[in-house]
């Protein structure tokens, strides 16, 4: 069992600044694949950013040069920072993680999610 839990969002003007964090429990952190994927209403969720146990990072074109995803293995906790912020970044953000290792671009490759924090970009 992966217990995770996110902070850090909110409301912020276009073009500005967010770091979200997830921080999780319950299993050796360090191997896990940790992604990030956010849902607006009426869409599917989609994913915004992944980083394995090795340190390799994914994005969507959506996002790429805008949002970093990190992660500190001694804390437990994955970041996620989000830069030049657009109205369309708005959605619910949910931390999610993989056991297998593998790296999967799909919500149903995760098995562990968090409650999700909404992000609301203001035009």
């Known amino acids: 069992q992966v217990q995770l839990v996110e902070s850090g969002g909110g409301l912020v003007q276009a073009g500005g600044s967010l770091r979200l964090s997830c921080a999780a429990s319950?299993?050796?952190?360090?191997?896990?694949?940790m992604g990030w994927f956010r849902q607006a209403p009426g869409k599917e969720r989609a994913f915004v950013a992944i980083?394995?146990?090795?340190?390799?990072?994914y994005y969507p074109d959506s996002v790429k040069g805008r949002f970093t995803i990190s992660r500190d293995n001694a804390q437990n906790t994955v970041y996620l920072q989000m830069d030049s912020l657009k109205p369309d970044d708005t959605a619910v953000y949910y931390c999610?993680?993989?056991?297998?290792?593998?790296?999967?671009?799909?919500?149903?490759?995760?098995?562990?999610w968090g409650q999700g924090t909404q992000v609301t970009v203001s035009s």
């Open positions: 980083i394995n146990w090795r340190g390799s990072t």
């Open positions: 319950g299993r050796t952190f360090s191997s896990l694949t």
């Open positions: 999610a993680a993989n056991p297998s290792g593998t790296v999967g671009y799909y919500y149903y490759d995760y098995q562990y």
